[in-house]
Every structure is written in C-alpha cells, then in structure tokens.
C-alpha cells in the first residue's frame, strides 16, 4: 500500500486508515488500485458510481465491490457515504452531514428518495458481488433436480416462498420450509439429484444451517444465499450466493434491505432456470397463466 493511502486515511478517519494498514498485506494490486483512488481523492470517488470508480481504476466493479467489504462495509455503497464523510471532515473539520438515515420527521417525499436510493445501491452493490460462476452452477443444478427444498426464517422465510412459486409455476417440484423441524425432516428424504437452498442473511441462522448440513450429507446439491461469505451456512454449501444490503437503522431495519437483495439473486436463479428448461418452462407458465385467468373470469363480482 502506498503512503498515500496511509496518509489520507491517518487524518479524521483514523479508524478507516487502521483497517487498510490492517488489510494492505492481503489486498491485491487491483484492489490497491481502488483503495489508491478513493485515498487520493474521497470527495471525487464518492460521487462516483461502482461501474465509474471501476472504469477510473481500470478494475472491475466486482474487484470494488470486494475491496469495500475487505473495508469492512456491506458494499460499495456504505464505502462512497464513509468517503463523503472523510471529506467533508477534511475540508471543514464538522462531522459529516450527508447520510440516508431516514429521521421522525422527514417528509415523506425525503423517504420516498431515500429508500429509492438505498434499494438501487444495494441492488447494483449485490449484482456487481455476485459470483456468476457460482450462479451458474447453481441455475445448472435447479434445473435438473429431481426435487428443490429451500430453507428460510422469519424474512429470509418470505424469500424462501417467492422461489418455490417461481419455481412451480415452471412445472418444477419445489418446497419452501420456515419451520425447523419440518425442514430437517424433509431434508433427511433427500439425495443426490435434489437441491437444498439456504436464505440466510447473517448466515448464522441454526434453524437454516441445520436442515441444509442434513441435506449436504445426504448427497443434494446445496446452495447457500447470504450476506455473510464466511458465515457458519457456507460450510455446507456447494455454492454460495452472496448479497449486499443496507445498514441497518432504527427505522429500517436490516430484515427489509437484505430481502432486497435475496429477491435479486432468487430472481437470477428463477430466469437462468427458465431459460435452460424453456422447452417446458414456457408451456407451464402458460398453463398457469391461463388458470389465473378462468378463475378471475368466473369469479362473481
């Protein structure tokens, strides 16, 4: 790491400049790169997107993404709010007054823009992190199962239902399992051609972790979706699936912003599965297409 970074972040953000002295040993000349750029100039970097900061480093929006997290940030996003703090903090010595924390009084319209914001920097935070490979693999497995359990607590549990009825509508079997003891009961009946899938933000979640070790011993391939790649979820996960999300405050809690992005990755999974089965894919969607319809049509009104 060059003294520049160590000497912009040795100023009013003494504990970003602690981490990247912590973490220069393990970054790569890439993520240098990006850690050079927002050193030398927080103010310019924080008004740029993850594709211009990217394209001003000659790196690639994942590398970003990667360099913001070793920061210790969720994603891009909460890095370009610390930079624009930093700034502000050099130029005037004042505490920083550009934040999307949503207060009591705000007017509803302030909301309205800055939950818009949040949910575009964590979709694109999410998309820009996402391990394509991974995914693919994923898609690859769905596809092909014989049978698909998802595994989901209190809002992860909404994310869970969102899939399976993605995935029925497409004439695939698939069961979306909130209750702990019916998921690990389910996950003993699997084997080797089924797919368990985990939604787990913090994966630390015992009542998600469980059902999928099951499943993962039982020889299905198992598919983890979480915020947290080092969670104790992926050590049972043939692919994981990360996500980025908000920070939590008091009136959004981190439950809201991270279904965000686990709706993402499952709306990833549901159109690579449609695309690779389209043959059957398609006539099922139809059919329920048509369903929906003879049943609005014959209800009395």
Request: glycine share 8%; hydrophobic share 40%; with cysteine.
């Amino acid at each position: 790491m060059t003294q520049d970074v160590k000497e912009i972040f040795g100023g009013p953000g003494g504990s970003l400049a602690a981490k990247v002295r912590t973490l220069a040993p393990s970054m790569t000349r890439s993520m240098q790169r990006v850690a050079e750029a927002v050193a030398g100039d927080p103010a310019g970097c924080a008004a740029l997107t993850v594709t211009g900061l990217a394209e001003l480093t000659g790196t690639s929006e994942a590398t970003v993404v990667r360099t913001a997290r070793l920061l210790g940030y969720p994603g891009y996003r909460d890095l370009r709010l610390a930079l624009a703090g930093l700034a502000a903090q050099q130029q005037s010595g004042r505490a920083p007054a550009i934040t999307t924390d949503i207060a009591v009084d705000d007017p509803i319209a302030d909301v309205v823009a800055k939950l818009a914001y949040e949910e575009q920097q964590t979709l694109a935070d999410t998309a820009a992190g996402l391990d394509t490979a991974q995914l693919g693999a994923a898609v690859t497995a769905l596809a092909g199962a014989r049978r698909t359990d998802v595994y989901g607590i209190g809002a992860s549990g909404l994310v869970a239902q969102d899939l399976t009825q993605k995935l029925l509508r497409i004439g695939l079997i698939a069961h979306a399992h909130s209750d702990p003891h019916l998921a690990v009961t389910n996950a003993v009946q699997l084997r080797p051609g089924d797919v368990a899938i985990a939604i787990t933000h913090s994966g630390s979640t015992g009542d998600v972790i469980e059902p999928l070790r099951v499943a993962f011993d039982r020889g299905a391939t198992t598919v983890a979706i979480t915020g947290r790649p080092d969670s104790p979820v992926t050590q049972y996960a043939d692919h994981v699936l990360t996500t980025s999300t908000s920070r939590e405050t008091e009136l959004r809690p981190a439950a809201m912003s991270s279904r965000t992005s686990q709706l993402l990755v499952v709306d990833c999974l549901f159109v690579g599965v449609a695309q690779r089965t389209y043959d059957s894919a398609a006539p099922a969607l139809a059919a329920s297409y048509e369903a929906l319809a003879h049943r609005h049509r014959s209800t009395p009104r």
